[in-house]
């Protein structure tokens, strides 16, 4: 079985790890703090705050980032993937 992509791990581990309201989102640092220990790979912390970035922008994803920049939560997929 092939090992899961670091795309594919975070978004399986944001959701045990992530708050799910948007005021008690968490920063970056604090993030990779949780998700590190849980990654299967040596995978730098530039490397995985690199893709809480791309990830956050993307809405298929389960992370979402504050409107104002700071801080992460759990996108709630339920809302963001209905059409518009």
Partial sequence: MAKATLWEQLNKI????L???APK???G???IALV???LVGDFTENAIRGYFSFMSK????T???KS???GYYLRNLCTSLQPA
């Fill in 19 to 21: 708050p799910t309201e």
């Fill in 14 to 17: 944001f959701p045990e790890v």
């Fill in 36 to 38: 590190k220990p849980k």
């Fill in 58 to 61: 993307d809405p298929s994803t």
């Fill in 29 to 31: 640092t604090q993030l």
């Fill in 63 to 65: 992370i979402a980032k």
């Fill in 25 to 27: 989102a968490i920063n």
């Fill in 68 to 70: 104002d920049g700071q």
